[in-house]
């Protein structure tokens, strides 16, 4: 066997478990919360409590104006903030870290979940940024 069609084998292989690992987050998604475009998300998220999960020293780069930071790491000790009787606007860098929270919330009785469905890297709104020295 030609060291090429190793590399090939290999590749491909890898392609099928990152596709796969996609699928398997986006399923997982639709059924703990919905995703939402940009603009939907935008048009919602005076009505909600808007998280960032990303991890405090992203979050204190550049975030959504108006979100707090709750970053995925801290979810336990910090879940008890998150009120139940309000929507709960999610995202993080992309949205998978999102997906991963809103499964946790949605185990302990959190219904109304809502995640951005690009995350912060697609973003176009206004965001607040880390002032340069």
């Given at each position: 066997m030609s060291v090429?069609?190793?590399i090939n084998i290999v590749l491909g292989a890898i392609l099928l478990v990152m596709a796969g690992n996609m699928l398997y987050t986006f399923i997982?998604?639709?059924t703990a919360a919905k995703m939402m475009t940009e603009e939907e998300f935008r048009e919602g998220m005076r009505k909600a409590q808007v998280i960032d999960v990303r991890e405090k020293n992203e979050f204190d780069g550049s975030h959504i104006l108006g979100?707090?930071?709750i970053p995925y790491?801290?979810?336990k000790t910090s879940m008890?903030?998150?009120r139940k009787d309000q929507p709960v606007y999610l995202y993080d860098q992309r949205h998978s870290t999102s997906v991963r929270v809103a499964r946790k919330l949605k185990k302990a009785g959190y219904t109304d979940i809502y995640v951005l469905k690009n995350g912060f890297d697609n973003w176009t709104g206004k965001i607040k940024k880390k002032a340069v020295n």
């Open positions: 090429l069609l190793v997982l998604g639709k979100a707090r930071n790491s801290m979810l008890q903030s998150i």
